[in-house]
């Protein structure tokens, strides 16, 4: 749980590679939004989730709901590097059987807890473990990982305004706000104005980082740890695509696999040696 | 006279009944008073969980709970769990988790309330969702005992039950006849079965007591269990029979009417006459005017099973 800022630097990069890895065999899947949160899970899961790799179905585990499920790339790379899965199981994204299915899937990948896929859900499931939680007078919490696009469903605010009603204080939530979603800039399609104060006003305990920046990612997870009294949101800044400059703040690489080329300079930059 | 009760009410009954078992949790979306899961919240309220007027968010709390061991009952109309289809779909069916969803004031019987209350594609919807159990039950006794069911289940189900009172016809019955996915054969004949659901058993019992005086032997069924499909007992009635009527209170379209003809168009070739809503909308109307006008009333089931038998 000591991880130091660059081992947890280290961790991260090595799951870009994965990432960038996965959807380049698979040649499809979601690389940006894998590359922006992934900062976010390798330190989440090293430095407070309470989980055990070989049992994973451990009950009073903490849940990790990855509500974007599409990024399943950089939870894929995260589970293999905390030892749930194999690497090799890598190479079964979107493969005919494979665990690592387009969309993360409770029901086909060991240390999934949700089966995502459809945007704006995971924070009502992630808000139905924490209530499960406090019945069974468990200290454990739920972490939901939200898209910034995502919270254009309804139903985010739903769940936003219920959580706040019953004053669930081991829901977590971590916004990945990489400003970029499937069709082009989130700016063109749904301006979502003052994300901060639209959390603030559901009663939520709001902070705001960047999610690139291991030290402010740390402080973060610790506001979200100490903030019991109610939900807590962390409102990440983050750049879609990070690490690999030609998909960095470009909507093309919300879903698109890079070619050859690109993949020889994507790897060169996160430091692959050939 | 029978004793009357609607099925919403063996529904509150048997949450109540349930509480002995401390995993099951009831969810509400305003509508408790209605659904009848007002009773639990009363003697239960710790495992009552409000969701307020937001039926997407109740039907995913629900799975996140039973994805941590708890056996959720969520509960509002009928037509307003359609709001969260696609929650139940990639939510809870795809998933398997024990989710309980049970619609009340289904169908057109809802009455006055109108159109946009009377859900009639509530089973057709459901019934495509591999993983789940759809259960429309015909009184407030085998509601109870079904939902009871369901608990010890460990799958997902929706059970869609109904605002207005009906006859009682289980009060004197071996309650372990009644059992998820087993059709209950009420009345036996050879010249035509009807297949009903719901508000129209008791429909179908009294168009079988009008054949009978015209000298033609219905066979009745209670088909509480649209999915899965009691498929044995209706090649048996088809068999005998030589033909068949189904009755519901839902579109004609995908519901009991059409589980049973995907099956008998792979198994037999027995002509099949469906009772339903004839793919249209309702409209405020009495229970019993809207039976009428809608085609679905017992002298509607016996002129179908005349229609049925003349296709022999």
């Known amino acids: 749980m000591s991880a130091s800022i660059s081992e947890l630097e280290e961790l991260a990069r090595r799951c870009r590679i994965e990432i960038v890895k996965m959807v380049y065999r698979a040649q499809a899947g979601h690389p940006g939004g894998s590359l922006s949160e992934i900062d976010l899970i390798a330190a989440l899961y090293s430095t407070t989730m309470r989980v055990r790799p070989e049992d994973p179905d451990w009950a009073d585990r903490d849940r990790f709901i990855l509500s974007k499920g599409h990024a399943s790339p950089g939870m894929y790379a995260l589970l293999a590097e905390k030892g749930f899965i194999q690497h090799q199981d890598l190479h079964s994204y979107r493969v005919l059987g494979g665990i690592c299915q387009g969309h993360v899937d409770m029901k086909w990948c060991p240390g999934v807890d949700f089966s995502a896929g459809s945007l704006g859900m995971g924070l009502s499931f992630g808000m139905g473990c924490a209530l499960a939680a406090r019945l069974d007078g468990s200290e454990r919490r739920a972490f939901v990982m939200l898209g910034d696009g995502e919270i254009q469903e309804g139903s985010i605010w739903e769940a936003a305004m219920a959580a706040t009603h019953h004053e669930l204080g081991n829901l977590k939530v971590i916004l990945d706000r990489n400003r970029i979603q499937n069709d082009d800039f989130c700016q063109e399609q749904m301006r979502m104005f003052d994300i901060p104060a639209k959390w603030k006003a559901f009663g939520w305990n709001v902070k705001e980082i960047d999610g690139h920046n291991m030290e402010e990612i740390v402080e973060g997870i610790k506001f979200l740890d100490s903030s019991n009294d109610g939900p807590s949101i962390l409102i990440a800044h983050t750049i879609k695509g990070k690490g690999v400059s030609f998909m960095e703040d470009n909507p093309s690489f919300h879903g698109a696999a890079p070619n050859d080329e690109q993949y020889a300079l994507a790897m060169s930059e996160l430091g692959v040696v050939e | ?312």
């Not at chain 2, 509002?76 to 969803?101: C, K, S, W």
């Not at chain 2, 189904?246 to 002509?271: K, M, N, Q, R, Y």
């Open chain 2, 1 to 312: 006279m029978s004793r009357m009760a609607a099925t919403r009410d063996g529904y509150g009954q048997a949450l109540l009944e349930l509480a002995d078992n401390d995993r099951v949790v009831v969810l509400e979306a305003d509508l408790g008073k209605s659904t009848k899961s007002l009773h639990f919240r009363k003697e239960y309220p710790e495992r009552t969980i409000s969701c307020g007027i937001g039926e997407q968010n109740m039907l995913l709390v629900s799975a996140g709970m039973a994805s941590s061991g708890y056996i959720p009952f969520a509960s509002t109309f009928a037509i307003f769990t359609e709001r969260a289809f696609e929650q139940m779909r990639n939510g809870v069916a795809r998933p398997n988790l024990a989710v309980h969803l049970c619609g009340s004031h289904g169908g057109t019987h809802t009455g006055t309330d109108g159109s946009s209350a009377q859900s009639i594609e509530d089973l057709a919807i459901y019934r495509t969702l591999p993983n789940v159990t759809v259960l429309h039950p015909c009184d407030d006794v085998s509601t109870r005992l079904l939902t009871k069911q369901l608990a010890d289940s460990n799958k997902p189900s929706y059970m869609r039950t109904a605002r207005n009172k009906t006859p009682v016809l289980y009060d004197d019955v071996d309650q372990s006849t009644i059992q998820i996915g087993k059709g209950i054969e009420l009345r036996e004949g050879n010249d035509v079965a009807i297949i009903a659901c719901g508000v129209l058993v008791s429909e179908a019992l009294k168009a079988a007591e009008d054949l009978s005086q015209q000298g033609i032997q219905a066979t009745v069924i209670d088909m509480h269990t649209i999915k899965p499909l009691d498929t044995d007992l209706v090649d048996k009635v088809a068999s005998r029979c030589g033909a068949i009527v189904t009755a519901e209170d839902h579109s004609v379209i995908g519901g009991l009417g059409g589980a049973v003809s995907e099956h008998l168009s792979t198994s037999s070739c027995t002509p099949l006459e469906r009772v339903g809503v004839k793919d249209r909308f309702g409209e405020s109307g009495q229970a019993d005017e809207m039976l009428e006008l809608m085609e679905l009333s017992a002298p509607h089931i016996a002129k179908a099973a005349h229609r049925a038998m003349n296709r022999k």
